[in-house]
């Protein structure tokens, strides 16, 4: 809370008549969130939320070297120190990355800084700590850190304990992964990690001496390719091809976080498979559906961004809204 008044304080700083810029330190995981936040901007202008008097001006560092590899660790703890220094900043928003929000956060927090910090998406349990972070303020769609410790409940109830995370290396994935594991490996849980390349096809997998390595370390396997059950399609064909999903020693689990297909992933051909063998691929897998994510409402905010940008015709992929 008292980061939150931080935050909306901003606005009491400088008297209505008077003019003020308000700088805000923007750490980054992709450039297209500038354009988000320029379009909330003036939006909340247009709405007369905010007075005509009011500047914010958004200075934008990219960070996030767990996304991006061509960084260095923590890069963005560099930026926003230097954004600090050289930008005047009044408000720090990101990073996006727990690693980077846990030293920006205490930073913030200090007496020579006292900065409040919108941050978003990290998920980080130590964040919670106001003791250390009690200027930080943390919004998302969805708690990872619950998502964890609901899937901690299960493997713990379950007393299992060769557990295996398979993912993939795209951003939802990094999101969950480092929670989820931790979560498991606070319960004395060790997880055995296989992480294919993005959007792989089951071929590669099948081949792969991951899979082998999979068969040796792990029998619970937690399946979260992404936060559509169908980007699971490929893992579970390869599972198939090499006999693990009938191997009644295995357990799969598959996590559908915010489907958006109306249909399931066995119910159309993939890649030269037919409705009976994909069916079999999943026959007897355990399928966890979680509620958190409103479609409807973010495919609205879609339409809004296109609109704001003159996007007439946008690649429906690349924004991976999937529908079949």
């Not at 379009?39 to 070297?65: E, Q, V």
């Not at 130590?126 to 990872?144: C, E, G, I």
């Amino acid at each position: 809370m008292k980061s939150f008044l931080s935050a909306v304080s901003l606005l009491s700083l400088v008297p209505l008549n008077q003019a003020a810029t308000i700088n805000v330190g923007h750490v980054y995981w992709f450039k297209l969130e500038a354009t988000v936040m320029d379009m909330a901007y003036n939006d909340l202008l247009k709405k007369g939320i905010l007075p005509l008097n009011y500047k914010f001006k958004l200075h934008s560092r990219i960070g996030c070297a767990l996304y991006n590899r061509n960084l260095s660790v923590i890069h963005g703890v560099k930026e926003a120190t230097d954004l600090y220094l050289t930008e005047d900043i009044d408000v720090f928003f990101g990073s996006p990355c727990s690693e980077e929000t846990k030293v920006i956060g205490q930073l913030a927090a200090a007496a020579n800084w006292n900065l409040p910090v919108l941050g978003y998406l990290s998920s980080d349990d130590t964040l919670s700590d106001k003791t250390v972070y009690n200027t930080l303020a943390r919004t998302s769609t969805m708690s990872t850190t619950f998502f964890a410790q609901a899937v901690k409940a299960i493997v713990v109830k379950n007393g299992w304990k060769k557990v295996a995370y398979v993912g993939s290396d795209v951003y939802v994935n990094n999101l969950n992964r480092k929670a989820v594991l931790d979560a498991l490996n606070s319960a004395g849980v060790g997880v055995h990690v296989m992480i294919t390349a993005a959007y792989p096809t089951w071929q590669s997998i099948a081949n792969s001496k991951a899979m082998i390595d999979l068969h040796a370390n792990a029998r619970i396997i937690l399946v979260m390719f992404g936060l559509d059950m169908s980007e699971s399609e490929s893992f579970m064909a390869a599972a198939h091809y090499l006999g693990y999903t009938a191997d009644p020693s295995f357990v799969f689990i598959l996590f559908s976080v915010g489907s958006t297909s109306e249909s399931q992933p066995w119910d159309a051909d993939y890649d030269g498979m037919g409705y009976p063998y994909l069916r079999a691929a999943y026959e007897g897998a355990y399928i966890l559906q979680v509620a958190g994510l409103d479609y409807d409402s973010i495919n609205t905010f879609r339409q809004k961004l296109f609109a704001s940008q003159n996007i007439t015709n946008p690649s429906v992929r690349a924004y991976r809204f999937r529908r079949h």
